[in-house]
């Protein structure tokens, strides 16, 4: 799936698009709808990068057993592409 945005609500925000998929991926996962190997998967981070991410922001890793399988199965289908 492909998103476009206007170039002037990029530059307003000041943001880039790699900056507007991390705040996307941050607001999705603070809200419990990704997982956070999903979100780190939508702002093209490892897993580690986007903890730091987290962690800069002040944020925790609401990571439970639910969140350990599926970045599980999202590593795997990584290694297999």
């Known amino acids: 799936m492909t ?6 609500v990029l530059e307003s925000a000041r ?3 790699p900056d507007l ?3 996307l991926a ?6 419990g709808r990704l997982s956070m190997g999903k979100a780190a998967e ?6 580690g990068e986007f903890q730091l991410s987290l962690g800069t922001r002040k ?7 639910q969140e350990a399988l599926e970045d599980a199965r ?3 289908g990584l290694r297999g592409a």
């Open 15 to 17: 943001m880039s698009v």
């Open 26 to 31: 941050i607001s999705l996962f603070s809200l």
């Open 59 to 65: 944020l925790g890793s609401h990571y439970g057993s």
């Open 42 to 47: 939508l702002a093209a981070l490892s897993i």
């Open 3 to 8: 998103m476009e945005f206007p170039a002037d």
């Open 74 to 76: 999202t590593l795997s």
């Open 21 to 23: 998929k991390l705040e």
